[in-house]
C-alpha cells in the first residue's frame, strides 16, 4: 500500500485540471489502495476517476458506473495494477459490493469509489480521501485530498 502521507488542496477550474490531479494523485497509489470520491453530483468525481485511470494506464473507456455499480479496468501493463470503479451511490453498503461477485480481486487493483464515504472506509486499513466541490458562482470545482487512517 502507497500513499505516504499525500496531503493538499488545488482549485480546478476545467476539467482537464481535475483529470490532471487524478494523474498526479495516481503516482501514489499501488495495488490494494482505495481512492473515496466524495462530493455532490457535478463536482469532478468522474472526471477525477478519468484521471486516475489514466495515470494508471487501465485498460478502457472511464465513465460513470451509475446503472452497473462497478466497472473493472484491466492492467495496461504486465506490472500495472487495474482499477475497479465503484458508484455506491445506490450501494446499502459493502456486503452489496462484494455481491457484486467482481472478476478482479480488489488486492490486485486500485479501487474508486464515487459516493463512497461513510461505506468503502472498510475496504482498507487507510484510504485516500478526495473532497471535491463546485463553485456555484464560477462553476470551478474546488479539490481537498489526504490519507485516513482507520
Do not use: C, N
Not at 112 to 131: P, T
Amino acid at each position: 500500500m502507497s500513499g505516504t502521507g499525500t496531503v493538499g488542496s488545488r482549485d480546478l477550474p476545467d476539467v482537464s485540471d481535475t483529470e490532471a490531479l487524478g494523474v498526479e494523485l495516481a503516482r501514489e497509489l499501488s495495488a490494494g489502495d482505495v481512492v473515496i470520491l466524495d462530493g455532490p453530483l457535478g463536482a469532478g468525481k468522474t472526471a477525477m476517476a478519468r484521471g486516475i485511470a489514466a495515470g494508471l494506464h487501465v485498460v478502457g473507456r472511464v465513465s460513470s458506473p451509475t446503472f452497473i455499480i462497478a466497472r473493472e479496468h484491466k492492467p495496461g501493463s504486465p506490472d500495472g495494477p487495474g482499477m475497479v470503479h465503484v458508484d455506491a451511490y445506490r450501494l446499502g453498503g459493502l456486503d452489496e459490493l462484494d455481491a457484486l461477485d467482481l472478476d478482479t480481486d480488489l488486492e490486485d487493483a486500485v479501487v474508486v469509489v464515487e459516493w463512497g464515504e461513510g461505506v468503502a472506509e472498510r475496504l482498507a486499513e487507510r484510504h485516500l480521501l478526495v473532497r471535491l466541490r463546485r463553485d456555484p458562482d464560477t462553476d470551478v470545482r474546488h479539490a481537498q485530498w489526504s490519507w485516513i487512517d482507520g
